[in-house]
Nanobody, 128 residues
Framework: QVQLVESGGGLVQAGGSLRLSCAASGRTFSTYGMAWFRQAPGKERKFVAA????????HYADSVKGRFTISRDNAKNTVYLQMNSLKPEDTAVYYCALSSNSYCAAYGCTDVSLFDNWGQGTQVTVSS
């Protein structure tokens, strides 16, 4: 079981930036597809961004395209989410997720049901 620990959340004004990090334990991090999801109060968990295991293929939700960037450093067992031009509607708990699915590793994937390891979440609050 890979352990995922998110950090970097906080309170920021609209238009500001934050960088989330997700550190993973285990020596096989580089073989997994990774993603970020978010969940606002009273709403379901939604896909934000995903990245494949080795060649860095990325996918983004339409709501964050052009503002958020997902990246990974396999040498540091870490995946990042750079969030720019933040809006109040970006307020949510952000979760890092790992998929052991081979398709997700090769291409990246966006379906929440394909992710089987989750971090504890980090709160992002954007004030207007």
């Amino acid at each position: 079981q890979v352990q995922l620990v998110e950090s970097g959340g906080g309170l920021v004004q609209a238009g500001g930036s934050l960088r989330l990090s997700c550190a993973a334990s285990g020596r096989t991090f580089s073989t997994y597809g990774m993603a970020w999801f978010r969940q606002a109060p009273g709403k379901e968990r939604k896909f934000v961004a995903a990245i494949s295991a080795r060649d860095g293929r990325t996918h983004y939700a339409d709501s964050v395209k052009g503002r958020f960037t997902i990246s990974r450093d396999n040498a540091k067992n870490t995946v990042y989410l750079q969030m720019n031009s933040l809006k109040p509607e970006d307020t949510a708990v952000y979760y890092c997720a790992l998929s052991s699915n081979s398709y997700c590793a090769a291409y990246g994937c966006t379906d929440v049901s394909l992710f089987d390891n989750w971090g504890q979440g980090t709160q992002v609050t954007v004030s207007s």
